[in-house]
């Protein structure tokens, strides 16, 4: 069923017909970009390409470029737009009499819109209001756009624009990415975050690899999967919710130091820190243990903050993070003694229940004495850590796969980075005992049994490959997408996500507003 055109789509594909009549193709295949804006504004020189009074110039600074027009002024003979390319924005001037007979007044004036893509091909001056810009000598129409761009409007009062309202810039990000060059930056801040991420880990050695998406058992985190079908081997998959235990398999097999950088699916609710499919960067390290891991993470993130920002320091919100080396260092049960007054070293499962509901903690029988130390830390302590600070030493139950700790019974060697009031990254003096490792496993499928969803499985082929003799060694989960977030100072992962996932359109028709934990801005 075909929607209903607006009267400006009406008349944009009027348009279209009428530039064909013309013989122009409004699809052509190619122009030749010889430069971009942002590159034509930084090469031009008022004494070298500025033309005289005689209209000519030492040295004339020619170009080709292509891109979008955003705006419009038409003075009779001659017009002024500006061009937006991918690296920003250009005022381009153009005359009727420079260009062929009939184009200006049959073409330019009646038949390119905004947001029709153009090349031009010209030289550069300064105008009389002291702007660079292009002189058109050619034109060429690229796509004609046949929907017009949002506009700003009043409404009740208010300025606003369909691209102020975030379920359209996700649900339509590639709108979003035309009217908000500010939205652009932040996903190029991101790349250069994650190459950057890249090359710190190529520069010590440690080896990039791919492992699996589809599993057959799904494992390295506490988490439900999404399932799907092998149709040719009539078997059932999972999409990965980690890496860990095939990067540890690599370790096993003689690599010293591994790392992926990849695409993990959780099957869990959206909210402003979590979306079903992420960006996890996991590394891990022979022969190394956490004490050396949390070094590795302060330095990678400071170089990361350095390399985007010039400095160490990132402003988010109201708050300036500084990732300068060393971060605060504190243990998990110190770091709730010190919010709540309560020490829960030590206390039985029961015990833990009462004092957490003291706290206000609403505990069901599903949870294990873990699971509630992880309630209170998280209710308590983890949102009020804005500085990057290393939680460390959690509880075996809540840490299946990392190695117990040297000197403090009943407890791991792990470590959470928390910044901004989020985790950002995970890190475990990996277990290497593979009897230890299925009895963890076993522990795991009693809490599945009693009603924990996100317990893990036990992984036979992994259990094998240990059996062979894995090294000691640190493993890292970075959350890519927080990280992200900190370092573009934006306060919604969907912000730092190019296409998030969003309820369908129809469901919204048919049943109303999103829910609180799917909403937009959630």
């Not at 400006?8 to 010889?34: H, K, M």
């Not at 009499?97 to 049959?106: H, R």
């Not at 810039?169 to 994650?194: A, C, G, T, W």
């Not at 993470?297 to 903050?305: K, N």
Request: aromatic share 8%.
């Amino acid at each position: 069923m075909h929607r209903e055109l607006s009267e400006q789509e009406v008349v944009r594909r009027e348009a279209l017909e009428q530039l064909q009549s013309e013989g122009i193709n409004p699809f052509p295949y190619t122009w030749d970009v010889t430069a971009s804006a942002a590159d034509l504004l930084d090469r031009f020189d008022d004494e070298q390409n500025q033309p005289d009074e005689s209209g000519s110039a030492k040295e004339p600074l020619k170009a080709s470029i292509a891109g979008r027009i955003m705006s419009k002024r038409v003075m009779g003979k001659a017009a002024f737009f500006h061009l937006q390319d991918s690296s920003g924005r250009i005022q381009a001037y153009i005359r009727r009499d420079d260009l062929p007979d009939g184009f200006y007044n049959t073409v330019f004036k009646k038949l390119l819109d905004i947001g029709d893509l153009v090349g031009v091909e010209g030289f550069l001056f300064r105008t009389r209001m002291g702007e660079v810009s292009i002189h058109v000598e050619k034109l060429g129409v690229l796509a004609k756009a046949l929907r017009p761009l949002p506009v700003v409007k009043e409404q009740e009062g208010k300025v606003y624009n369909e691209v102020t309202d975030k379920e359209f810039r996700y649900r339509q990000r590639y709108v979003d990415l035309i009217v908000n060059p500010e939205v652009r930056d932040v996903f190029i801040k991101r790349s250069r975050m994650i190459s950057a991420m890249r090359s710190f880990l190529d520069e010590r050695g440690y080896l990039e690899v791919e492992t699996p998406v589809l599993q057959p058992i799904y494992g390295g985190a506490s988490a439900r999967p999404f399932t799907t079908h092998h149709n040719a081997l009539n078997m059932k998959l999972f999409l990965r919710i980690a890496d860990e235990l095939y990067l540890k398999r690599l370790l096993v097999g003689g690599y010293s130091g591994v790392y992926e950088i990849s695409k993990d699916f959780r099957n869990e609710g959206l909210s402003r820190f979590h979306n079903p499919e992420f960006t996890m960067m996991e590394l891990y390290v022979a022969y190394r243990d956490y004490r050396w891991m949390m070094d590795l993470v302060e330095e990678m993130i400071e170089y990361i903050a350095i390399e985007l920002h010039g400095e160490p320091e990132v402003n988010v919100g109201d708050h300036t993070i500084s990732f300068a080396r060393p971060w605060k260092r504190i243990a998990l049960f110190d770091a709730i003694e010190e919010k709540t007054g309560r020490n829960l070293r030590g206390l039985s499962r029961s015990e833990l229940a009462s004092a957490a509901t003291d706290l206000g903690i609403d505990v069901v029988n599903e949870m294990g004495a873990g699971k509630i130390i992880d309630e209170v830390f998280g209710e308590f302590v983890e949102p009020g850590i804005i500085q990057p600070t290393f939680i460390t030493d959690y509880p075996v139950e809540l840490s299946p796969l990392a190695k117990r700790h040297r000197s403090e019974e009943g407890l791991v060697e792990r470590f959470e980075a928390i910044c901004n009031g989020k985790e950002i990254c995970n890190a475990f003096s990996e277990l290497n005992d593979p009897v230890d490792q299925r009895r963890r496993f076993e522990e795991q499928v009693s809490l599945r049994d009693a009603g924990d969803e996100e317990a893990m499985q036990i992984d036979e082929d992994y259990l094998r490959a240990m059996e062979y003799g894995m090294p000691p060694a640190a493993g890292l989960g970075v959350g890519v997408d927080r990280l992200a977030m900190i370092m573009t100072g934006q306060d919604s992962i969907r912000d730092v996500i190019l296409f998030p996932l969003l309820r369908p359109e129809e469901s919204l028709a048919t049943d109303g507003e999103e829910p609180d934990d799917t909403s937009a801005e959630s």
